[in-house]
């Protein structure tokens, strides 16, 4: 039992399908994640990501297909998910007219914590959220990026196993944003379960071990950033030339190797699509034997960006 | 953006490795902790304890003088001052203006992610519910309390029966409001966070409070709002109110008030659980 509940995934939904009178919100999702791991969820508005959120956290039924949080189906043992979980919405849910202190109290007391052990619970979370200066101040005088702290700080107190974050940046200005994205990398390293919506590709790259990309209530795609786009992207070799006049050159010499170019004349730039690392080594060598030396040579890896794009068009063709 | 500005030590972290200390609260708590959150506003912002205490006040002071006449009329109750025919009224209005707050302060938690939090947390449906109830239960008995002693230092309600009938009339205000301010619960549990509750609320009060016996006896009022005077639940229990403050026997009006009262109250929160379970 005990080493099950170690090996099992936090997070495991099959076929997980939910309905809104005609609409199909989610179409037979599912998804594993392991402990101590981050999931990014990434789709457009309505791909169903914050209906997946609310499956998850027992806040919506599922309409077929099962889902078990932390070890619990969200179905038959919400309560018990719902004591493991923390939930930090797109819309920071905190009691506006309360002080922040008071929220995160409040939230300890509905746990079960006595008033002492709550009141402690606030200083440490308080503190650790950089809040202690505003603990005492109601939270409709808070910004936008400390509110969004508390919200997070409110999904803490009951030291959950599982964390949803809902678009946990949107709508935050870009020191608001690190801010926010160091502490989701703390509670990583602590060991936390991690999902995450976004629509953010930068975000999902930087904080997801893994990502998933819903369009249509569908997943369309599944993988590390690294294999996403590996999947989907191209990786190309961009060439900087020093003179113009190396051009007609540099072109023959890519060809001649195999490989194709298209040549930017005014930047004299010269972009080669290639498969793996191996094409650099040809391309370096091709461009020696030719005499050209460029002033800059890159492997550039596509963007998160270019994958999530030429996914969702994929799926709006196909529909 | 390399150092951290949080002081972070290991052992303050949030870590999920400790064993969550806490095993959820009972029913009780639930409903005492989310009562006082709902309360702390209100004793917290001076200029809404201020505000909420002059309207009764403020309706006391125009209808007196604007109905004044009534009392006059042959209709009226011989030997009966307008201010204790009125006093009555006045604490059925307000009761039922706080029981209206009760859905507005339910639809705030719907629309500011309160409400979510809560339904992502081992919290039952009930407590919040009830814990709404409660706090505006308190806060009803607050304000009407208030009222009646000023009623009684300022305006000269001096009423035959005493303390001990005002206190039964109080006491009676307040199960009419609460046993409506669960309409007002379920309006907004199904209407999820539309601040049409609001508007729905003014209308549904009005038409309580006026087509009632509230400010002139039922007799005076036009046929068709008699008719609707006659089956306003706010009718009895105003004039069973006033039996007991005028220190009349309020006879079946009272069992009558307090049974449609039971009745409005069970539909009401089985309707506001639903509301809240739905989706």
Avoid at chain 1, 85 to 99: N, R, W
Wanted: hydrophobic share 50%; proline share 5%; charged share 15%.
């Amino acid at each position: 039992m005990e080493r099950d509940a170690i090996s099992e995934p936090m997070i495991d939904a099959v076929d997980v399908t939910r309905t809104f009178g005609r609409v199909t919100a989610l179409d037979g999702v599912s998804l594993r994640v392991p402990r101590g791991s981050v999931l990014g969820l990434l789709g457009h508005n309505g791909a169903g990501k914050t209906t997946l959120v609310n499956v998850l956290t027992t806040m919506v039924p599922p309409t077929t297909g099962t889902a078990r949080v932390a070890g619990f189906d969200v179905r038959r043992d919400g309560d018990q998910v719902r004591r493991r979980i923390g939930l930090t919405g797109q819309f920071a849910s905190v009691d506006e007219d309360l002080t922040g202190e008071a929220n995160l109290v409040l939230i300890a007391r509905l746990l079960g914590a006595g008033r002492a052990q709550a009141r402690q619970r606030a200083a440490d979370l308080l503190a650790i959220f950089d809040l202690t200066d505003a603990a005492r101040r109601a939270v409709k005088t808070y910004s936008g990026g400390m509110r969004r702290r508390l919200d997070l700080a409110a999904s803490l107190v009951g030291r959950p196993e599982v964390i949803f974050l809902d678009e946990p940046t949107t709508g935050l200005d870009p020191v608001s944003r690190m801010a926010m994205w160091e502490i989701v990398q703390q509670l990583v390293a602590d060991g936390m379960t991690v999902l995450l919506t976004t629509q953010y590709l930068d975000e999902a790259d930087r904080l997801a071990d893994t990502i998933i990309v819903l369009s249509h209530g569908k997943v369309v795609a599944a993988g590390t950033a690294a294999q996403l786009k590996a999947e989907v992207g191209q990786r190309s070799i961009t060439a900087r030339l020093r003179a113009a006049e190396d051009g007609p050159a540099a072109m023959a010499a890519v060809r001649r190797v195999g490989l194709t170019a298209s040549h930017d004349e005014e930047r004299r730039v010269l972009v080669i699509p290639v498969v793996g690392f191996a094409d650099l080594a040809t391309v370096v060598r091709a461009l020696d034997e030719a005499r050209v030396e460029p002033a800059e040579l890159a492997l550039t890896e596509p963007t998160l960006d270019d994958v999530y794009l030429a996914l969702t068009d994929q799926t709006s063709a196909a529909a | 953006m390399a150092t951290t500005t949080h002081p972070a030590t290991g052992a303050a972290r949030p870590t999920v490795t400790a064993p969550a200390a806490w095993h959820g609260s009972g029913l009780a708590t639930q409903i005492l902790v989310l009562a006082g959150r709902a309360l702390r506003p209100v004793f917290l912002d001076a200029g809404r304890l201020f505000f909420s205490l002059l309207q009764p006040l403020v309706m006391l002071l125009l209808f007196s003088q604007v109905f004044k006449t009534v009392a006059d009329t042959p209709m009226f109750p011989k030997g009966v001052s307008y201010i204790d025919y009125l006093v009555p009224a006045i604490l059925f209005t307000t009761a039922t203006t706080v029981a209206t707050q009760a859905g507005v302060g339910m639809t705030n938690d719907m629309t500011n992610g309160v409400l979510a939090r809560l339904k992502s947390m081992p919290v039952r449906p009930i407590s919040v519910l009830v814990a709404r109830s409660v706090a505006d239960l308190a806060r009803g008995a607050l304000e009407l309390t208030v009222m009646l002693v000023l009623a009684a230092l300022i305006f000269g309600y001096d009423p035959a029966g005493g303390v001990l009938g005002s206190a039964a009339a109080l006491l009676l205000a307040l199960a009419v409001g609460w046993s409506l301010g669960w309409l007002f619960l379920a309006g907004a549990t199904w209407l999820r966070g539309s601040q049409n509750v609001q508007t729905l609320g003014i209308l549904v009060m009005m038409l309580l409070q006026f087509a009632s016996s509230a400010f002139v006896p039922v007799k005076a009022l036009p046929g068709y709002i008699q008719a609707v005077a006659k089956v306003n639940p706010l009718s009895y229990g105003i004039n069973a109110a006033r039996d007991l403050v005028l220190g009349r026997p309020p006879g079946t009006g009272l069992v009558v008030a307090l049974l449609v009262s039971g009745a409005v109250a069970v539909v009401g929160s089985g309707l506001a659980v639903a509301g809240f379970s739905r989706r």
